[in-house]
């Protein structure tokens, strides 16, 4: 727990100093063309014990109060299938933001579409098969509740069974943290079915979450017929693909492509999000096979902006996290000072 303070405290810190040198109108090149901002829970904020995955939500004001911020920036906001056009004009240096939130949160509906409706904002809300349909688990939320409702926990973490005392929120922070290493470092399947073997055992329904959390295909239907929505394909396990065998890994997104397509309309589909997006998950096999899927683009959780001449198939993301609910950090990821910082 103090760890995780120490680290949030320096990031924030470095947020305050991008903060300051924006103002300042310094290292305006940073900014780049646009950024892309990763979100997934849009909530009011509710206590919820040892929030373990508390970086994953952000509350419906803060949301707002960014638009805002954003829009006295001079930002202009986009759908995502807009960027390789936007890219492609050398001459158009009017910076752009896109809103992206992956794997199809209730909450994005009923928190969210008003707020993007109120400023006529558009975004995309990436669909994951497995979880709109009901065949798979989001294993993060099923690990938050576990560590949360039992007072210890056994789980191998590829060493074997190890155990955690869960009375304290540093011990819960430390079980997640264990476990969420092994489930995404190992066989992420075998790692996920434990999880759910275990969770069921202490009363806790793995897919009666995802229900309970994700839009069902009726849902997502409905909003895919707003105008200002865009739905993108997330791949069907939310698995991360670098890992899987790569004729695997490009039928996932070639079916989670066609899934949302055939199920929302041709001008949905068209865009693709990693699961999870860092280095881990994303290689350049997968690059090419989000290719050879034909996507427009692509998105990972690289950080950093826009600019021409990169990949359209690995373009970097900005999560808007819950930690750091101020507009002005909003400000200063968009302007890629944070990212200039630390990559010098």
Known sequence: MLKSAIKRGIIASGLEVAHVLQTAGLLR?????????????????????????????????????AIRRLKADGYRFVRLDEVP????????????????????????????????????????????????????????ETLDLVVNRLDNVTFDCGAGPRQFALTTPSQRVTAALAIG????????????????HLARENGIDPLALTAELVMDRKALAELARQPLVTLGAHT???????????????????????????????????????????????????????????????????PGTMAPGQSLKAL???????FFQAPRYAAALASGIPFKLIGG
């Not at 909530?43 to 803060?62: D, K, Q, S, V």
């Not at 050398?90 to 896109?98: M, Q």
């Not at 970097?316 to 819950?322: K, Q, T």
């Open 85 to 140: 056009d936007l890219l492609g004009r050398p001459d158009d240096d009017r910076p752009f933001a896109v809103f992206t939130l992956d794997d199809g949160f209730i909450d994005n509906a009923v928190h969210a579409m008003p707020v993007f409706a109120r400023h006529q904002v558009p975004f995309t809300i990436f669909v994951c098969e497995g979880f709109s349909e009901r065949t798979h688990t989001l294993w993060w």
């Open 316 to 322: 970097p993301r900005v999560s808007l996290n819950g």
């Open 181 to 196: 290493a092994a489930i995404t470092s190992g066989r992420e399947a075998d790692g996920v079915a434990r999880l759910d």
């Open 29 to 65: 090149g940073a900014r780049g063309r646009g950024v892309i901002f990763t979100l997934h829970h849009v909530r009011p904020y509710a206590h919820r014990g040892t929030n373990t995955i508390r970086h994953l939500e952000i509350t419906p004001e803060f949301l707002d109060a």
């Open 236 to 302: 069907v396990s939310h698995r991360s693909l670098a890992r899987m065998a790569p004729e695997e890994a490009e039928a996932e997104m070639r079916h989670s492509r066609a899934y949302v397509s055939s199920a929302f309309g041709d001008r949905h589909g068209m865009v693709f999000a990693y699961p999870y997006g860092d280095e881990r998950s994303v290689s350049d096999a997968t690059i090419a096979a989000a290719d050879r899927s034909g996507f427009a683009a692509a998105v990972t959780t690289r």
